[in-house]
């Protein structure tokens, strides 16, 4: 069964950091394309970050350049989003999920982590 | 960078009634685009890919058309289940949703 389990979500004052993780099981990690999607409090669905199988090409949505970074590590199953100089706006659900196709469809979710930027 | 509008923004729908959802591109996605469910408090679930093909385990009632930039999400029979917020999406861009609410 394919799980994705996020973790490193919480409470940073703006300006600060927080390193969110997701934990791959149930099918091959380092065979597939992984993305982060996230959700501002009762708003829709924002595209954050992708990164290839091997981790040799990512990228970004505008507004997060030079502040985030995705990573991952192939070993461990996992995929990382560092996050620098966090702003208000970035608060939101983070949602890690699998990239099953050339344009980004996303055929399995994590089941978020919130990230709350406030002072 | 590619717009996607959904329409209507919300739709008050009995069970049992029929749903028809639409997801306009601002240039051609050809046959590029998905469509997800999201219920209160959970993660979206992928419905339909390459426009028209349901996801594993997906009921028949859920179907996609369309192509280029026109396309339309319509559940033939709502499901108590169904009522949700629906997002379509090509590439990094996703629609703003359609929310279907009980009348």
């Known amino acids: 069964e394919v799980q994705l389990v996020e973790s490193g979500g919480g409470l940073v004052q703006p300006g600060g950091s927080l390193r969110l993780s997701c934990a791959a099981s149930?099918?091959?990690?380092?065979?597939?394309?992984m993305q982060w999607v996230r959700q501002a409090p009762g708003k829709g669905l924002e595209w954050v970050a992708a990164?290839?199988?091997?981790?040799?090409?990512?990228y970004y949505v505008d507004s997060v350049k030079g502040r985030f970074t995705i990573s991952r590590d192939n070993a461990k199953n996992s995929l990382y989003l560092q996050m620098n100089s966090l702003r208000v706006e970035d608060t939101a659900v983070y949602y890690c999920?699998?990239?099953?196709?050339?344009?980004?469809?996303?055929?399995?979710w994590g089941q978020g982590t919130l990230v709350t930027v406030s002072s | 960078e590619i717009v996607l509008t959904q329409s209507p923004a919300t739709l008050s729908l009995s069970p049992g009634e029929r749903a028809t959802l639409s997801c306009r591109a601002s240039?051609?996605?050809?046959?590029?685009l998905a469509w997800y469910q999201q219920k209160r408090g959970q993660a979206p679930r992928l419905l339909i890919y390459?426009?028209?093909n349901r996801a594993t385990g997906i009921p028949a009632r859920f179907s996609g058309s369309g192509s280029g930039t026109d396309f339309t999400l319509t559940i033939s029979s709502l499901e108590p289940e169904d009522f949700a917020v629906y997002y379509c999406?090509?590439?990094?861009?996703f629609g703003q949703g359609t929310k279907v609410e009980i009348k």
């Open positions: 240039q051609s996605v050809s046959s590029y």
């Open positions: 999406q090509h590439r990094t861009t």
């Open positions: 999920a699998r990239v099953v196709s050339h344009y980004d469809v996303s055929d399995y």
């Open positions: 390459d426009a028209s």
């Open positions: 149930g099918f091959s990690f380092s065979t597939y394309w």
């Open positions: 990164i290839k199988e091997d981790g040799s090409e990512k």
